[in-house]
């Protein structure tokens, strides 16, 4: 499991209405954090001399690390739940990513997908689903699509 490094800063006497923790950066490794750390804390000491309100920490995180196989299994629960009665019922995941934010990957996972039902004629709509810790935390739903298109865009799952 690969590890972050997220640098703090530290309030350490609260102040009501403001978060006590603060996120200032993240970091690959241990030591890009410590680098970073003693030039925030050095620049900090020169400007508040003698202030001991505050700490600037590196901690190591883990980001949840979740597989394409739970991927696939979100996704058909997913179309199973939107669509309880259609039979035959297809999934294609068209792609997955994680949502990027101003400190690199988030822990929410965009997934595109589009879900086929019905004998004939057929039917398809396309999703997009907000994954967070392993379940669905939102959708879009973009609306229904042309089976042909769906086809040749993804790689079909039985739901």
């Known amino acids: 499991m690969t590890s972050v490094w997220v640098l703090l800063m530290i309030i350490l006497t609260p102040v009501s209405g403001i978060s006590s923790t603060t996120l200032l950066n ?30 600037i920490e590196c901690r190591e995180t883990h980001p949840a690390q979740i597989t394409r196989l739970e991927i696939e299994d979100i996704a058909k629960t997913f179309a199973r739940e939107r669509f309880p009665k259609a039979t035959p019922l ?27 039902y019905g004998k004939t004629p057929k039917k398809a709509e396309s999703f997009s689903l907000f994954i967070k810790d392993k ?15 769906a086809e040749s865009n993804s790689t079909k799952d039985q739901a």
Request: contains cysteine; negative net charge; charged residues 30%.
């Open 26 to 55: 993240t970091f690959d490794s241990k030591e890009e954090c410590v680098i970073e750390k003693e030039r925030i804390s050095g620049d900090m000491s020169k400007s508040y001399p003698g202030d001991k309100t505050f700490g």
């Open 90 to 116: 297809q999934v294609g995941i068209m792609s997955a990513d994680h949502i990027k934010n101003v400190h690199g990957d988030s822990s929410i996972i965009s997934l595109e997908l589009y879900i086929e």
């Open 135 to 149: 379940g669905v935390m939102g959708w879009i739903d973009e609306g229904p699509v042309e089976v042909e298109d």
